[in-house]
């Protein structure tokens, strides 16, 4: 697979300026620094309890820092009103471990329920045009009126990636995509966000303890240690770094 790793010119869509954020006497992020380039994966490894889902819930206005600052596309995410952020998190698509489908729904209805929140963004009169798109980015098209319950797992992990895919969002972040797949799956998963990269020239936000998906991934990695990006690379980089707090994440 070709691997590009000279984003760092290109333009940032995600930047984070020493970021803050701690629990009383707990300092969990002590002046976080992350740039996302356009249409680069940048994968972010971080011990449990590192404070990655800290992070991106300030990135996602979820939890407030203490200070800091954070740019999404160009816009100060702490000057925005409710309805900007809002509108804003459209350009943000969500794929995380826990991403289930609603299983009252068919997987027609579980993609459409994010249009129909966002209709000013989208006319519900595409929505079937919409649908047939994401499926068919994840090869899926034929389950379009199955229930989840008939699908298999990584089956239906293909259809939470449509769903986050259907707002045509510009960042794209992950937490855990392959986590609990079997390597088969994790490799088809795997595949599909690079080809997904290609198609739509998405940046990727990609968080994971799989050595192998950051190997196969990355364009470039962060390392989140000690409250800080301790350290920013390629995966060749950080692979062969003789520092054994580095070292340590790819044992
Ligand atoms: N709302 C909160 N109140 C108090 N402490 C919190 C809160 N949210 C997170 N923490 C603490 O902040 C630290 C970082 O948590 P976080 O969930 O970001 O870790 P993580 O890197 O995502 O871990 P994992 O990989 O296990 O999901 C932890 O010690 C956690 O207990």
């Not at 701690?22 to 972010?44: A, I, P």
């Not at 971080?46 to 990135?59: L, N, T």
């Not at 816009?75 to 289930?100: C, N, P, V, W, Y």
């Amino acid at each position: 697979m070709k691997k590009n790793t000279s984003y760092n010119t290109g333009k940032a869509v995600l930047e984070i300026k020493d970021l803050y954020k701690g629990f009383g006497d707990l300092k969990v992020l002590n002046g976080f620094n992350l740039e996302l380039y356009k249409g680069e994966n940048l994968v972010m490894m971080g011990k449990s309890g590192s404070g990655k889902s800290v992070m991106i819930k300030c990135m996602v206005g979820l939890m407030q820092p203490d200070s800091g600052n954070i740019k999404i596309l160009g816009k100060d995410i702490s000057t925005l009103s409710h309805q900007e952020m809002d509108e804003l998190r459209t350009e943000i698509g969500f794929l995380f471990q826990g991403s289930a489908l609603y299983d009252s729904m068919t997987v027609r209805e579980n993609l459409e329920f994010p249009l129909r929140r966002h209709t000013d963004k989208f006319d519900l009169k595409n929505t079937d045009e919409l649908v047939m798109e994401a499926l068919r980015n994840v090869g899926l098209e034929h389950t379009i009126d199955q229930m989840p319950e008939e699908l298999s797992g990584g089956m239906q992990r293909r259809i939470a990636f449509a769903r986050a895919l259907i707002l045509q969002p510009q960042i794209i972040l992950y937490d855990e995509p392959t986590t609990g797949l079997d390597p088969i799956t994790s490799k088809e998963i795997i595949e599909l966000m690079q080809t997904i990269q290609d198609k739509y020239n998405t940046s990727s936000l990609i968080i994971t303890h799989d050595v192998d998906c950051a190997r196969v991934i990355s364009n470039r990695m962060i390392l989140l240690l000690d409250g800080i990006n301790y350290v920013e690379g390629t995966f060749e980089e950080l692979s062969n770094s003789k520092d054994p707090k580095i070292k340590a994440f790819f044992k």
